[in-house]
């Protein structure tokens, strides 16, 4: 008798377990649609795929007390993401990437364009997304995938471009920046103000690029400009000729002992510069700043030729709709709001409104980051700690003249196939 | 294998349910192959889920077409192709391709061989110096300690000890002996080999250990009196029975070694390539066919270094 029991309860639980699993599996996957009662029971959670970048504790928290809305975070790098929406286009809700992914991950049919039309703010976007110029009227450098190109869809579930406006966006900017060259200007003890710098036989062995081949052969097209060797039509697309020329330059000086390292996470960059290792290298502007938080001296180094930017921004996966749908928009919405805005402009980003991230910062920090003006009072960190003191100004200066400094944007070329070839022989070199 | 069965057979009545029931009017047993099937059974779905199936699917992938976001599911060699671009038209030069499994390769052997004898020497020192099997034991857990922390940790330690401003460097500084910082000490295949070496070691000193430990100490005292030196007793006696245990530990290090892309990433700064960093690379652009192709490629390699190494000894026969 006892074993009986015993046998039909196991079976009982098995089954049980395997059912739940399945019903979690089915529900996970967004095979089970149509539940309204359930679902709108049920915590408003978000699945949020995307790099490190605008993932902050505290933006999560402020965003639960306002919205009501739970922030799961999936961190990964900026591969790391793209490779995961093509492979499992079903395990986020939210996504967060750069401009220059879309050439990839549009044409794959994984992601939903969103409606201008429910973005509160969507007409105070900064005309840096829109028109390609500053507030201020100042034209940005066009070359690569800048995000003006890429935007907008021509219709609903389109895989195409639009060349004009219309009402659906591929991703709503939310961050950006305008990258430049890393500099250690206790060791080098002179001024620096050209990207062929990067290349001078004087930093032998003490040069850095990132390899990340979409960015990094960008920074080289940079160098290669700087150099006079080359006028490119487009640095962000290049054609065979071209990646050949740009790889021949870098591997040259990669064999005469020119780089010291390559890096491809923030922190081998900090890590890198902190310890002396390298003093010039391209690099992040916050990953400058935690350089400079350690009490070394660092400069994120404005150079003649302009600056590369790179943007990013949030779109929705395809499998998201009804009620999970309408909390994406609520919390894109409560992103542009202000409040995350202020929070990244405090790490020195640029937040895509200005004016709702004005609203949430202090006059003197408002001046220091965006019009490159002294600090009236000492700078902090989000996190409260203190970033620079009273007096000092903004490396390369205002809004209007970094994003205005712009000369080309982060890109995949139509070429990327041989470009990544050819950077990995660069790096076996 | 025969030991076990006769051993199996003998407890056999008592062990495999439904044989050796009392209750059963006719006792059935069942057949020691089944038996035998029985036992490998689950490490045989286990190996097959997650390892043949597997990699089955890379070399089917390594096959297929792609482009910047898909996966083509259509027969090419583009994968294999595009790997080898250029290389015949390059020759007598070796393409970078070429030169990169050649390098992975040099770095395999380098690590190897320096693991291979400070491996040897330290299971010989437990083996035959060590004469208490409590101080035997206690060494041995020594040589875990490094294994405490991860792979990650100790890969990294070496970095702020090798660096420009490093302590090796500052300290040379100190005493004199250079005037400017060594640089081949970091991000250089010094650093790399250096790093394996530190990392595997242990995976050298536990199979030859376990080989040792199974010498018959009479075969050594006969080697002795027979008027053996010391070195004839080495090379005619121990290597010989332990070299089991030596391939072994040979095969733990080279796969793992032709594999890595971490370390040499790390220890290299990114400058050194191997195999496995091309692998990662493609995949980062999602071209997971070629990615798989480079993957089958690699495979072969190793393989084809393991079965030299077993040609060498039969292992199977040796255990």
Known sequence: ?429 | MDTSEDILQQAAPGLIPGSGTARAAKPTRLSPSFISWLQAGPMMLVFLAFFLIPLVFVVIVSFWDYNEYQLLPAFSGRGYTDTFEGCIAQLPDLCTIAKTYLKTLKLCFLVWAITLFIGFWVAYFLAFHVKSKTWQMGLSLLCTIPFWTSNVIRMIAWIPLLGRNGLVNSGLMKTGLINQPVEWLLFSEFSVVLALVHLFTFFMVVPIFNSMIRIDKSLIEAAYDAGATGFQTLTNVIIPLAKPGIVIGSIFVITIVMGDFITIGVMGGQQIAAAGKIIETRVNALQFPAAAANAVILLVITFLIITMMSRIVDIKKEL
């Open chain 1, 1 to 429: 008798m006892t074993e009986t029991t015993k046998k039909t309860g196991v079976s009982r639980r098995t089954l049980l377990k395997s059912t739940a699993g399945l019903a979690g599996l089915a529900a996970g996957s967004g095979a089970i649609t149509g539940f309204p009662y359930v679902m709108s029971a049920e915590p408003k959670v978000l699945r949020y795929l995307g790099t490190a970048v605008n993932e902050g504790d505290d933006i999560s928290k402020q965003c639960l007390k306002d919205t009501g809305i739970k922030i799961e975070y999936i961190t990964a790098t900026t591969d790391d993401v793209t490779k995961r929406v093509m492979t499992q286009p079903n395990s986020f809700d939210v996504l967060d990437i750069e401009y220059f992914s879309l050439k990839k991950i549009v044409p794959s049919g994984n992601i939903l364009a969103l409606d201008a039309k429910k973005i509160k703010e969507f007409d105070n976007i900064t005309p840096v997304f829109t028109k390609g110029e500053t507030p201020g009227g100042k034209k940005i450098g066009g070359q690569g995938t800048a995000p003006w190109k890429v935007l907008y869809l021509e219709g609903k579930d389109s895989k195409k471009f639009a060349t004009s406006a219309t009402e659906f966006v591929t991703l709503i900017p939310t961050v950006y920046n305008a990258d430049t060259l890393g500099i250690r200007p206790d060791i080098i003890k002179r001024p620096i103000s050209s990207w062929a710098e990067l290349l001078n036989p004087e930093f032998k062995g003490k040069a850095s690029i990132l390899n990340i081949p979409s960015i990094g052969i960008m920074d080289a097209a940079m160098v290669v400009e700087a150099t006079g060797k080359y006028k490119y039509a487009d640095k962000g697309n290049m054609t065979k000729e071209e990646i050949d020329l740009t790889m021949k330059v870098m591997t040259e000086a990669k064999k005469a002992g020119q780089f010291r390292a390559f890096w491809k996470d923030f922190n081998e960059s900090v890590n890198l510069m902190a310890s002396g290792e390298t003093v010039i290298q391209s690099m992040w502007s916050p990953a400058v700043t935690k350089v400079r938080s350690m009490g070394i001296a660092c400069t994120f180094q404005p150079l003649k030729e302009g600056y590369r930017s790179w943007a990013s921004g949030f779109c929705v996966s395809k499998g998201v709709s009804g009620p999970k749908l309408d909390w994406a928009y609520e919390f894109v919405n409560w992103f542009l709001s202000g409040y995350a805005g202020a929070y990244l402009n405090r790490q020195g980003y640029y937040s895509a409104v200005l004016s709702t991230a004005k609203a949430n910062m202090e006059p003197y920090e408002w001046a220091y980051w965006m019009e490159g003006k002294p600090a009236e009072k000492d700078i902090k960190a989000p996190d409260g700690s203190l970033l620079e003191k009273a007096g000092s100004v903004r490396d390369g200066g205002s809004y209007e003249d970094r994003m205005g400094g712009v000369a080309c944007w982060n890109a995949v070329m139509d070429e990327n196939d041989y470009m990544v070839r050819k950077w990995n022989e660069f790096i076996a070199a």
